[in-house]
């Protein structure tokens, strides 16, 4: 009751003071799209900043021999040499927003800082779906037989191993196995007990089966940090989850690169054309990225 | 091609052919990705093949534009993704391509490659070379209306009006061949 006395009394102060921008921030309560807030550009790829200018090869020198000394005779040398690739194709990403300067000076639609807010979020979005697409693109049974399990329902304590032994090979060690926590879950149901070969002897980690008891999580497993992501969904009339749900990664190294190529660079005019004035804002940056290792990651897919 | 007046629309399409700049192209479909999923929410541009391709070909099209330090190569070579750091797969250097000295928007005349993004310009003045439109004495006159090509070779290539859709007017010939056109709404 209090609260809403004292909401009135400043929607009455704002309506007095004429002051309808304020008032229209004030009335109007939106219940803002979402947007995922874990970064998982970075969980999965390294990151530079490029400018205009800067070379887009990567060049590996290969390294030197050693001989045998003989002495007294001219030993064989040997020149250096490099192998180059050609990487990134550079790609861009643009968000353009619009709106009439009446729906601004209502309040119809936001402020305009929740909106440029909005906009970083979708480009930041954009990128994140990104690398989704490249799990599911690049991480399959034809391309990356050794790092890739399609399971086909919840996540086994074999698949889980194999994984982490996998990526335990090839890089130098897991860093942490990540996944949703619908997908994750599973996991408390054989995490915390361990069974010798004949399956007749179990041991129990009570600190374990107490974790599970309190946040249906498990820390650890086989070694390895678990890391278990509350699922995100985009907003409330479409309610897609932003992430998914059917596979869990193995993540041992960096798997690739995304760099920026030069700043987010941003434009808003007014078009002075239409009456009330049409305002635009949009913002935009230049962007590649490569999977340049992926034996790094090893990806349980196909869960359900 | 140069751009004399352009209007509200220019739109960012995908080629699904080899182009020459300055053609009239119309909007498709393609099959083209980059990077993951980009290029896909953008539409094709073709060249015309058949009456009605052509009287909805109300575009014209140039290169797109270009920060990258020069020269440029085209096709520029890339790895999708590589198992192991990136040097398991054969190098895709040195290679082979057309290099450019100068931005090829700003020059006149050249192919922009297939499955690349381009630039379609809507309604606007635009002056083309010879030999982007195909010539008739009454090309020369302002006000002729223009079609636009569609059997080889001259697909894409303006043309004055012969029963097919009408997508822009003459607005002046140069004595060099130059022709100056608007594209009409």
Not at chain 1, 281 to 300: C, D, K, P, R, T
Not at chain 2, 113 to 128: K, Q, R
Request: proline share 4%.
């Amino acid at each position: 009751m209090d609260t809403n006395k004292e909401l009135n009394q400043a929607v009455a102060e704002l309506m007095k003071s004429g002051d309808r921008q304020a008032l229209a921030e004030m009335i109007v309560e939106y219940i803002q799209p979402n947007h995922i807030t874990i970064d998982f550009v970075s969980m999965l790829l390294n990151s530079r900043s490029l400018k205009p200018g800067d070379s887009l090869v990567k060049k590996l020198r290969k390294g030197l021999e050693v001989h045998t000394l003989v002495p007294g005779s001219i030993h064989l040398a040997h020149e250096i040499t490099v192998s180059d690739r050609v990487n990134y194709v550079l790609d861009g990403s643009d968000v353009k927003a619009t709106w009439n300067e009446w729906e601004m000076e209502n309040g119809e639609i936001g402020t305009v800082d929740e909106i440029r807010t909005e906009m970083m979020a979708k480009l930041k979005d954009h990128w994140q779906n990104k690398v989704f697409t490249a799990l599911s693109t690049v991480w399959t049974a034809v391309n990356t037989p050794s790092n890739f399990i399609n399971v086909g329902g919840a996540i086994t304590a074999t698949a889980l191993e194999d994984a982490i032994d996998r990526i335990n090979e090839t890089t130098g060690g897991v860093r942490a196995v990540v996944g949703s926590r619908a997908a994750m879950t599973p996991i408390t149901k054989f995490g915390a007990f361990w069974s010798d070969t004949s399956g007749t002897k179990t041991a129990v980690s009570d600190p374990a089966v107490e974790e599970i008891r309190q946040t249906g999580m498990l820390g650890r497993y086989y070694g390895t940090s678990l890391v278990t992501l509350n699922q995100i969904y985009d907003n409330l009339e479409d309610y897609q989850p932003l992430i998914p749900t059917d596979k869990i990664l193995v993540i041992g190294e960096n798997v690739g690169e995304f760099v920026t190529f030069g700043d987010v660079k941003t434009k808003q005019y007014s078009d002075m054309r239409p009456t009330p004035p049409q305002w635009f804002m949009e913002l935009w940056q230049q962007y590649s990225l490569m999977i340049w290792n992926a034996q790094g990651l090893y990806v349980i897919g196909g869960l359900s | 091609m140069e751009i004399n007046h352009y209007g509200d629309t220019i739109l960012g399409v995908v080629t699904t052919s080899e182009i020459v700049e300055g053609r009239m192209v119309c909007l498709t479909s393609h099959t083209a990705s980059r990077d993951y999923g980009s290029l896909t929410d953008v539409p094709g541009a073709k060249l015309p093949a058949s009456a009605a391709e052509a009287a909805r070909s109300r575009y014209v099209i140039t290169f797109e534009q270009d920060n990258r330090s020069l020269p440029l190569y085209q096709p520029q070579p890339a790895f999708d993704w590589a198992l192991r750091y990136g040097w398991d797969q054969a190098a895709n250097a040195p290679f082979s391509a057309t290099v450019y000295l100068t931005h090829p928007g700003v020059q006149e005349g050249l192919t922009i490659p297939s499955g690349v993004g381009a630039l379609a310009f809507g309604e606007g003045l635009y002056t083309v070379p010879s030999g982007c439109y195909v010539y008739a004495a009454t090309i020369e006159v302002p006000g002729t209306q223009l079609e636009v090509a569609f059997t080889d070779p001259d697909k894409g290539k303006l043309q004055v009006y012969n029963a097919g859709g009408i997508v822009a007017e003459v607005h002046r010939y140069y004595s060099d061949g130059r022709l100056t056109f608007k594209i009409l709404h």
